[in-house]
């Protein structure tokens, strides 16, 4: 465990990623999981203080298949900032990415707040004004399996969103645990699943996001939208692609790497 306060921490991690370096090797096998958290946090403390616009949260490793892809027992937060939120249909320059692969997700937006600890389903689903069907962009910037602290304080992988058609308001009658999706890549069908995958329910896993953050003093915003986790495993992606999901009910989301 690092002896150093949170606050020097967080400018180690600050001025590395000023030069583009995510993972400083420093601090490799020297940081909790908690600390972790402080530095993601207050580096996003910093971009806001500089002028950028946080546009939500991103709940990962919710599945089964996903934890096990990556050896994590346990979900994981981080931020989405308005400037990586992109509509259906974009274009990535995929030389601009490092490594880069996606997820396929329940994206939700919040119509009012959630503060933790001890929110319930029924009040997460109550504060969820409409879902889209939507894609993650991930880069893999450093070993994330074996420096997950390290990637924590890098932000989990987050690199974009891309965001389908908004239902809106969301069918009282819609069951979010039979939602099911196809993966394509190239056209090609590349994996099914279901929501139940994430946590039984996303909304288990905005219930999980509220009570989390709560614990770092932090509380879910009406307007936020949250990204609550892939249905699937992951799926790298390689310049040219053309990548899909296609979400019973919510409908399809398309992005491409050029």
Aim: charged share 15%; glycine share 10%.
């Amino acid at each position: 465990m690092s002896t150093f306060s949170p606050e020097q921490i967080i400018d180690s991690f600050w001025r590395h990623r000023q030069e583009g370096v995510h993972f400083p090797p420093e601090w490799y096998d020297a940081l909790t999981l908690d600390q972790a958290y402080l530095v993601q946090l207050g580096v996003l403390d910093r971009l806001l203080a500089e002028g950028a616009q946080q546009a939500g949260w991103k709940v990962g490793l919710t599945s089964q298949a996903i934890r096990g892809q990556f050896r994590v027992q346990e979900p994981v937060f981080g931020y989405v900032l308005g400037s990586v939120v992109h509509a259906d249909g974009v274009t990535l320059a995929f030389d601009q990415l490092t490594r880069p692969a996606f997820e396929n997700e329940i994206c939700m937006t919040l119509a009012s707040g959630l503060t933790g600890p001890g929110v319930d389903e029924a009040q997460a689903l109550a504060a969820v004004a409409s879902l889209h069907p939507a894609l993650e962009i991930v880069e893999h910037r450093g070993p994330f399996t074996e420096q997950l602290a390290v990637a924590l304080a890098d932000n989990v992988q987050q690199k974009g969103v891309v965001l389908g058609p908004e239902t809106r308001p969301v069918p009282p009658a819609l069951d979010l645990t039979t939602i099911g999706v196809e993966v394509s890549i190239n056209g090609v069908r590349a994996a099914e699943g279901v929501s139940a995958a994430v946590m039984g329910s996303p909304i288990c896993s905005l219930v999980w996001l509220a009570d989390k953050l709560a614990q770092y003093g932090r509380r879910l915003e009406p307007g936020q939208l949250i990204m609550t986790g892939s249905l699937t495993q992951q799926f790298p992606v390689s310049q040219g692609d053309v990548v899909s999901a296609s979400f019973t009910v919510l409908g399809g989301v398309t992005a491409s790497f050029l």
